[in-house]
């Protein structure tokens, strides 16, 4: 993901500052999909096909191992 279009995407709930998280490689060989992470809500934006998803209805729930 372009770093000059995260320095500018914000939460769309509370409007606070984006974590990006890199996707990885699944066992199976298939690539993961990054997220966008907001940790004041606790929500997980997915980005896809390098297009973020910034729809509340889109995004998961992160647990507490997640937000350290």
Do not use: N, Q
Not at 16 to 39: V, Y
Not at 42 to 49: E, I, L, M, Q, S
């Amino acid at each position: 993901m372009d770093s000059r279009l995260l320095e500018i995407l914000v939460c769309p709930i509370c409007k606070g500052a984006l974590r990006h998280k890199r996707g990885g490689t699944a066992a199976d060989g298939a690539s993961l999909d990054s997220e966008l992470l907001c940790i004041a809500d606790r929500v997980a934006f997915p980005v896809r096909d390098g297009i973020p998803r910034m729809l509340v209805d889109e995004a998961r729930r992160l647990d507490d191992s997640e937000l350290s």
